[in-house]
């Protein structure tokens, strides 16, 4: 499941990101990891799916974040595209990751 969350830094855009929960029978899913796309990549690249199947069959939520404007991420404008030293997509998908689980890693 995809969510689209404000960039913080370019209003007219949006941070991806990609959710997999596991299935359960009782109870909300207490911890989440946060895994990060390359650049090169998005959620079904081999290395990522790999990890999410572990953490799924652990019990865990998984979330990643898909590089802005890279992959099937959208990006409206070139100047809004990834820039890897800009941690504010990070900083916002921990900010709401961590209001929502009560463990993130």
Known sequence: QRLLLPSPHFPSE???????????????CPRVVLLLAGVGSGSNAPYIEACAWHFLAQGWAVCV???????????????AGFDPADLSDLHAALHLLSAVFPQVY
């Open 65 to 79: 974040l898909l590089p802005r404007g890279l992959g099937d991420a959208p990006a409206k404008s070139a100047l």
């Open 14 to 28: 949006s941070i991806s990101m990609d959710f997999a929960t596991p299935n359960r029978t009782t109870g909300a």
